[in-house]
């Protein structure tokens, strides 16, 4: 769906922005049926409280949106969008003193509220847009919403309906709106072509597995994108439990964000080589599916052992991590839907980070802070090298003891590549609504990493 801003000419009802420290201020400054009207109303300014206004004879005047307290501003993001869905249709402003980020903020969050899965349910997006903030980069900002929206579109599609052909197929036509070129590596092919581990994730179901390999730019750092497109997890022999396969849709986030990133990166015409490689597979089950204690023979010529078939997606990974190497890219970032053990540690509202860089690391994590897409770094700890390590072959797909679980899989994939390095274990989906984030698939990280790219990349 197309998330954009009213028309700067269009006419347009005030929506007040009110601090809760301000309130009593702002009330004052109102003519005085409307500060009786809002006192009789009860609005405190708490955080997305929404009260209407009216005008001489009844008509609507406009509206107030209240940031809560230090406190709740701190804690929440993206407040103002609350309003999105609580206005009346027609075009509204924003009025009140807003720094430059917080009516950004603003800005995207009224985007991103607006969004709605609709392709098997009518369902009814909010009617009131807002006008672009005067000194925000509207078109900017419907770049990044339409990235996120593409994002959360991939993610929210059933299995059913987004398979790995149909994963190309949304990397095709990605290629095609921006004229970048795309190839793939289909079925048996792999063998061939040398991603064997690919093909042993993926060989199970009758929907081929494949690696998709997205080429935009001619000049600038080479920056590579690759992501996991699990399409569906089963969990192989060491099959998941019913309610473990509820989610499973969303274990193709990691190829999802890196695509909406993608567009980002391309409708900005930003100046770097990008590639973007996506290993699209199911993990099912039938009797050619990889076995326990299998060992397979990586692209990269390491050996692993696989002690868990539910613990695929970095054994794709891999195979796509050593081609990206191949070329010795400037910076290789890897997303994925990867472990439980990222999740148990940080919640589904924080996307973990790994990079040996520190000033990479700091780039990241200060641009996550001003654009809100909250990141939390994590450590490649070498320590821990030793337990993906079983004797019998060069890597442990899947490490026993129970701890550090998303640092150990990190490390795996670290050993693929010799690039510079950073990956995320994000979760790519909301388990219930929030400002600016229906229920549903969100992105993570990809926004951050934008913000990011000048100073990770010099450009």
């Known amino acids: 769906m197309t998330l954009s801003f009213a028309p700067a000419a269009a006419p347009s009802l005030p929506l007040h922005v009110v601090a809760k420290e301000d309130l009593e201020d702002w009330r004052a400054r109102l003519p005085e049926a409307q500060a009786a009207w809002v006192a009789a109303s009860g609005f405190a300014a708490g955080a997305g409280e929404v009260v209407l206004i009216p005008g001489v004879g009844g008509a609507l005047a406009g509206a107030a ?21 609580e206005l009346p249709e027609g075009a509204w402003h924003l009025e009140g003193a807003l720094a430059p980020d917080a009516a950004e903020e603003a800005a995207l969050g009224w985007l991103l509220a607006s969004y709605r899965f609709d392709r098997y349910h009518a369902g009814s997006a909010p009617k009131a847009s807002l006008k672009a903030p005067e000194g925000v980069d509207a078109a900017r900002i419907e770049t990044i919403a339409a990235g996120e929206a593409l994002t959360r579109d991939l993610i929210n599609t059933p299995a059913s309906d987004m398979g790995p052909e149909e994963l190309e197929a949304a990397v095709v036509e990605l290629g095609r709106r921006f004229g970048a070129r795309v190839e793939a590596v289909r079925g048996e092919e792999l063998l061939s072509r040398n991603f064997p581990m690919i093909h042993a ?16 730019g001619d000049a600038g750092p080479r920056l590579t994108l690759v992501g996991k497109g699990v399409c569906f997890d089963t969990g192989g022999l060491d099959i998941k439990p019913a309610a473990g396969m509820l989610l499973m849709k969303k274990d193709m986030g990691g190829a999802a964000t890196v ?39 990586s692209r990269k010529g390491l050996t692993v052992e696989v002690n868990n078939t539910d613990a695929e997606g970095r054994l794709v990974l891999a195979d796509a991590l050593a081609l ?11 997303m994925a839907t990867l472990t439980g053990a990222a999740r148990v540690a940080v919640g589904p509202d924080l996307a973990p980070f790994y990079t040996d860089d520190d000033v990479a690391a700091a780039a990241v994590s200060e641009a996550a802070r001003a654009v809100r897409d909250p990141v939390w770094r994590m450590p490649f700890w070498a320590p821990y090298e030793t337990l993906i390590e079983p004797g019998i ?16 899989a990190a490390l795996f994939l670290k050993r693929f590549l010799s690039a510079p390095y950073m990956h995320f274990d994000i979760y790519g989906h909301m388990p219930s609504a929030a400002p600016a984030r229906p229920k549903g698939g969100v992105g993570q990280g990809a926004r951050a990493l934008l913000q990011a790219l000048p100073r990770l990349l010099a450009l």
Request: proline share 7%.
């Open 65 to 85: 949106v209240g940031l809560g307290n230090a406190q709740a501003r701190t804690r929440g993001r993206f407040t103002v969008a609350k309003a999105a869905g």
């Open 201 to 216: 994730v993926g060989r199970a179901s009758p929907r081929a597995p494949r690696l998709i390999d997205l080429r935009w």
């Open 259 to 297: 695509l909406g990133l993608a567009h980002m990166i391309m409708a900005l015409d930003l100046p770097v080589q990008l590639r973007v490689l996506v290993p699209a597979v199911e993990n099912a089950i039938s009797g050619n599916a990889m076995r326990p204690r299998d060992i397979l023979t």
């Open 324 to 334: 990206a190497d191949e070329e010795a890219p400037d910076l290789v970032i890897s």
């Open 393 to 408: 072959a060069d890597l442990d797909n899947a490490p026993g003891g129970g701890m550090a679980g998303s640092i150990t």
